[in-house]
């Protein structure tokens, strides 16, 4: 018998914009989404999968590899399969989620890649099942770029982004103004890591740093000394990690935290 069902919140963002007026391509790490989807599975819970448009989320082609497995060829294709073929990643719409009630649901998680930056940091019905899971204290993981999603719980998400882009921060800071996290411990993909995503991948600047967004917003964020050493960080029901490496420790502490309110 399930244990209760654990809500993932998907992006459907496929690409972002960049400093100059370009555009890039991005999506969700294969490794951020099916590595703590399948734990939880694992530990006896259902997994929904929902996002802004009901579709699939769109896999970055760069998570599509075995380095983000640590090298194991076999966990990359166990991955690959999970996503294309079990049931629990077939998407539907946030809002269908929201319509039938979030009391049913034992915990939410947001996995990275940079597509959150695009659509969940600033759209309302994120905004709506953050600030429900945050009311009622149920186990909320955010991964890598997934914590910048936290910001759809601002009252004022879409200003604060827009602020952000604009680059004027005393404007984004008063945006923020009522954020539901304000003064809780945190982390997310820090500047220097953005660095290896812009001049690598991107080839271009994204419009503003993640840990810098949200320290503005009153998070108080720690990253490691160390880029790409596993982080994670838990503060009441929030559970964030830092980057793609930090998948399966934070899938633990997820797990673990679900559990104890399942007990």
């Known amino acids: 018998m399930s244990k209760g069902k654990v809500l993932i919140l998907g992006s459907s963002a496929t690409r972002i914009e960049t400093q100059g007026g370009g555009w890039g391509a991005t999506g969700q790490y294969l490794n951020e989404t099916v590595v703590p989807a399948m734990a939880v599975i694992e530990a006896g819970y259902e997994v929904v999968l929902a996002t802004p448009n009901g579709g699939k989320p769109h896999i970055d082609e760069v998570s599509d590899a075995p380095?983000?497995?640590g090298g194991d060829k076999a966990a990359h294709a166990r991955a690959r399969d999970f996503y294309a073929n079990d049931p629990a990643m077939k998407a539907r719409t946030l809002r269908s989620v929201i319509d039938e009630g979030l009391d049913k649901y034992a915990g939410v998680f947001v996995p990275g890649g940079q597509a959150p930056i695009v659509d969940l940091?600033?759209?309302?019905?994120?905004?709506?099942?953050?600030?429900?899971?945050?009311?009622?204290?149920?186990?909320?993981?955010?991964?890598?770029?997934?914590?910048?999603a936290s910001a759809a719980a601002m009252p004022y998400a879409r200003e604060f982004r827009a602020a952000l882009v604009a680059g004027d921060p005393a404007k984004a800071a008063e945006w923020s103004k009522g954020w539901q996290y304000a003064g809780y411990n945190m982390t997310v993909f820090s500047a220097t890591e953005e660095k290896v995503v812009e001049e690598h991948i991107l080839h271009a600047k994204v419009y503003f740093d993640m840990p810098f967004a949200l320290n503005l917003a009153g998070g108080k964020v720690t990253t490691t000394p160390v880029d790409f050493d596993p982080y994670v960080v838990e503060d009441r029901e929030l559970i964030t990690g830092q980057n793609p490496r930090s998948d399966h420790p934070i899938a633990a502490k997820f797990v673990a935290a679900l559990d104890r309110m399942h007990a």
Request: proline letters at 6%; charged letters at 25%; aromatic letters at 6%.
């Open 67 to 69: 380095e983000h497995f």
């Open 121 to 148: 940091m600033q759209d309302q019905e994120v905004g709506d099942i953050l600030r429900h899971f945050h009311d009622k204290a149920k186990p909320t993981a955010m991964l890598c770029h997934g914590p910048i």
